[in-house]
């Protein structure tokens, strides 16, 4: 077994989440994380390592990914790529709409002061704009209705409830093709590119097959035998092939949101196997009569990182002697709590709290947890190995000692009881080198619902997509500062330490709340004064021991000139 895996750092994922317009917030964090996390390596010395091993996604996850993964084929450079991600939501995707002193000089103004309840300016200016766009009183770049189907099952009348209004995706496709160049098909190590270009990130993007019920994953790296292709069901019997690589197609096949889109078609593949020129193993061509709808993969796995680890698991289990570890960044677009127990009252944000918790991230109370004991269970097992085998060694008697040998090579050497999903046998001696560690796991959350509505996956303005990325690039600085003081509890040992880690925790939180009500619109002295602070402690503390404060003073000057 070859070990072409010299990393300095474990693997580095982004796994990205379904959520419409919530896109522009990915945006904003993957731009902080750039910045950050380039820095980090050169630091490290691991310059020359990818700023990303992996992007993962679903739905409009999939597609930032998409266009991330894309834009890095083709400049090898992460921060150009990170800028045209940014121009692909404010030039491409972005449309003036409502203002908000339009709602002010009218009916609205007087309905406020008479309903305490009413909607504040801002969120009436995203309500009403979401409401012109669905009604297509407003052109944009992401969709358009095409047809509206009545109801010829049931012929209720009137029709209002069970009327079905399709829209097409077509001009969301065409907005992700200027940005991205399809098929996208990438290796670990591919040695026909220059020896800067050879590593390449992974692409994977997932979608549901709306009649089988099961997640799909799309992977632009090659299977052992060289060709591409998703392969699921009980057997395993369905499967498609996209030899060139990842197609707009199965980008698009991941946000097909139910009932507003018409179902993406893909067509499954036969089963014969060819030899392509280069000597590969390729799967024959698709089979146009055996066709399979999708729809969005956030039905089923909106953060991906389940599924992340499986086909990082079944990529490296046979190239490697230890399948490499995993540090994930994981951006969460729906908030996956809310504050002091607000609940809504009102039926538009019912409606949009229900979308935040079918749609928000469960992965940490299960799949992360799953993984840390399955890691935990393979070290074990592989000192406990290492154990016996020490002390077989020791055994005098020669009889004896090749006897416990070939003890312990039946027990590594026996099949288990389960196949792996390929149908294949695995032995206990395969399971131990099937482990790997979530190293590290760090979630971007998005906080905010502040004049939240249900419509917000839909809403184009230019207004809320520019404030979504910088939401995101806020979120995102606070996360890495947070860190970085959380980071000091271990390396600091004298007596105040904690609580220069705690004046420092409650500073930033206190800036972070005070930035949040306020909608990330706060320009007053608070949040600022706040921040002022907390750099300026930060900074006293680095004239005392600069190789400990410097960066963390860095970053936070960095946060404030973002607001």
């Given at each position: 077994?070859?070990?072409?895996?010299?990393?300095?750092?474990?693997?580095?994922?982004?796994?990205?989440?379904?959520?419409?317009?919530?896109?522009?917030?990915?945006?904003?964090?993957i731009?902080?994380?750039?910045?950050?996390?380039?820095?980090?390596?050169?630091e490290?010395?691991d310059?020359?390592?990818?700023?990303?091993?992996?992007?993962?996604?679903?739905?409009?996850?999939?597609?930032?990914?998409?266009?991330?993964?894309?834009?890095?084929?083709?400049?090898?450079?992460?921060k150009?790529?990170?800028?045209?991600?940014?121009?692909?939501?404010?030039?491409?995707?972005?449309?003036?709409?409502?203002?908000?002193?339009?709602?002010?000089?009218?009916?609205?103004?007087?309905?406020?002061?008479?309903?305490?309840?009413a909607?504040?300016?801002?969120?009436?200016?995203?309500?009403y704009s979401v409401?012109?766009?669905?009604?297509?009183?407003?052109?944009?770049?992401?969709?358009?209705?095409?047809?509206?189907?009545?109801?010829?099952?049931?012929?209720?009348?009137?029709?209002?409830?069970?009327t079905?209004g399709?829209?097409?995706?077509?001009?969301?496709?065409?907005?992700?093709?200027k940005?991205a160049?399809?098929?996208i098909?990438?290796?670990f190590?591919?040695?026909?590119?220059?020896?800067?270009?050879?590593?390449?990130?992974?692409?994977?993007?997932?979608?549901?097959?709306?009649?089988?019920?099961?997640?799909v994953?799309?992977?632009?790296?090659?299977?052992?035998?060289?060709?591409?292709r998703?392969?699921?069901?009980?057997?395993?019997?369905?499967?498609?092939?996209?030899?060139?690589?990842?197609?707009?197609?199965?980008?698009?096949?991941?946000?097909?949101?139910?009932?507003?889109?018409?179902?993406e078609?893909?067509?499954?593949?036969?089963?014969?196997?060819?030899?392509?020129?280069?000597?590969?193993?390729?799967?024959?061509t698709?089979?146009?009569?055996?066709?399979?709808?999708?729809?969005?993969?956030?039905?089923?796995?909106?953060?991906?990182?389940?599924?992340?680890?499986?086909?990082?698991?079944?990529?490296?289990?046979?190239?490697?002697?230890?399948i490499?570890?995993?540090?994930?960044?994981?951006?969460?677009?729906?908030?996956?709590r809310?504050?002091?127990?607000?609940?809504?009252?009102?039926?538009?944000?019912?409606?949009?709290?229900?979308?935040?918790?079918i749609?928000?991230?469960?992965?940490s109370?299960?799949?992360?947890?799953?993984?840390?004991?399955?890691?935990?269970?393979?070290?074990?097992v592989?000192?406990?190995?290492?154990?016996?085998?020490?002390?077989i060694?020791?055994?005098?008697?020669?009889?004896?000692?090749d006897s416990?040998?070939?003890?312990?090579?039946?027990?590594?050497?026996?099949k288990?009881?389960?196949?792996?999903?390929?149908?294949?046998?695995?032995?206990?001696e395969?399971?131990?080198?099937?482990?790997?560690r979530?190293?590290k796991?760090?979630?971007?959350?998005?906080?905010?619902y502040?004049?939240?509505?249900?419509?917000?996956?839909?809403?184009?303005?230019?207004?809320?997509?520019?404030?979504?990325?910088?939401?995101?690039?806020?979120?995102a600085?606070?996360s890495?500062?947070?860190?970085?003081?959380?980071?000091l509890e271990?390396?600091?040992?004298?007596?105040?330490?904690m609580?220069?880690?705690?004046s420092?925790?409650?500073?930033?939180?206190?800036?972070?709340r005070?930035?949040?009500?306020?909608?990330?619109?706060?320009?007053?002295?608070?949040?600022?004064q706040?921040?002022?602070?907390?750099?300026?402690?930060?900074?006293?503390?680095a004239?005392?021991?600069?190789h400990?404060?410097?960066?963390?003073?860095?970053?936070?000057?960095?946060?404030i000139?973002?607001?």
């Amino acid at each position: 077994m070859s070990n072409n895996n010299n990393k300095k750092r474990p693997q580095r994922a982004l796994v990205l989440q379904g959520g419409g317009t919530l896109g522009a917030y990915e945006a904003g964090v993957i731009k902080v994380l750039c910045e950050n996390l380039l820095q980090q390596d050169i630091e490290n010395g691991d310059e020359d390592e990818l700023l990303f091993d992996i992007v993962a996604g679903t739905s409009i996850g999939a597609m930032n990914g998409a266009i991330l993964v894309s834009q890095y084929l083709e400049t090898h450079d992460w921060k150009m790529s990170v800028d045209k991600l940014e121009k692909f939501w404010t030039e491409q995707l972005a449309i003036k709409c409502i203002d908000v002193d339009q709602l002010s000089a009218g009916w609205f103004e007087e309905w406020t002061k008479r309903t305490p309840s009413a909607a504040s300016k801002e969120a009436a200016r995203r309500y009403y704009s979401v409401k012109k766009l669905i009604l297509g009183l407003t052109r944009n770049n992401m969709y358009y209705q095409c047809a509206t189907s009545e109801d010829k099952k049931f012929f209720d009348k009137p029709n209002l409830l069970n009327t079905w209004g399709l829209h097409s995706s077509k001009p969301l496709q065409d907005s992700i093709e200027k940005y991205a160049k399809f098929p996208i098909a990438t290796e670990f190590c591919d040695k026909n590119k220059p020896e800067q270009q050879q590593r390449q990130p992974r692409l994977l993007v997932f979608s549901v097959d709306a009649a089988e019920g099961l997640t799909v994953t799309f992977d632009s790296y090659p299977k052992a035998d060289g060709s591409r292709r998703s392969e699921y069901g009980k057997g395993l019997e369905n499967v498609i092939c996209y030899n060139k690589g990842i197609e707009i197609d199965h980008v698009m096949a991941s946000g097909t949101l139910p009932k507003f889109y018409d179902y993406e078609s893909i067509p499954l593949c036969t089963t014969t196997k060819q030899k392509s020129q280069d000597g590969r193993c390729n799967i024959d061509t698709s089979d146009k009569e055996n066709i399979h709808y999708f729809w969005d993969g956030g039905m089923l796995s909106n953060t991906p990182l389940r599924e992340l680890l499986q086909a990082h698991q079944e990529y490296w289990q046979d190239k490697e002697d230890k399948i490499p570890d995993l540090d994930v960044y994981i951006v969460n677009v729906h908030p996956p709590r809310m504050d002091n127990n607000i609940i809504p009252r009102d039926y538009d944000g019912v409606k949009d709290r229900e979308k935040d918790i079918i749609y928000g991230d469960r992965s940490s109370h299960h799949d992360e947890k799953i993984s840390h004991i399955l890691a935990d269970y393979n070290d074990f097992v592989i000192k406990l190995n290492g154990l016996v085998g020490e002390a077989i060694c020791k055994v005098n008697d020669k009889g004896s000692s090749d006897s416990l040998k070939g003890k312990l090579d039946d027990i590594l050497t026996t099949k288990t009881k389960r196949n792996n999903r390929n149908g294949e046998s695995r032995t206990y001696e395969d399971l131990m080198r099937s482990g790997f560690r979530l190293n590290k796991v760090t979630r971007i959350e998005r906080t905010n619902y502040i004049n939240s509505i249900e419509g917000k996956t839909g809403d184009l303005t230019f207004e809320t997509i520019k404030k979504l990325i910088k939401e995101g690039e806020c979120d995102a600085w606070f996360s890495f500062i947070k860190e970085l003081i959380n980071g000091l509890e271990i390396q600091l040992t004298h007596g105040n330490c904690m609580d220069i880690k705690d004046s420092l925790v409650d500073m930033l939180d206190e800036s972070m709340r005070n930035l949040q009500t306020n909608d990330y619109e706060d320009t007053n002295s608070t949040t600022y004064q706040k921040l002022t602070e907390l750099a300026e402690l930060v900074k006293c503390q680095a004239k005392l021991e600069p190789h400990k404060y410097s960066k963390l003073h860095e970053s936070v000057l960095k946060f404030i000139s973002t607001l």
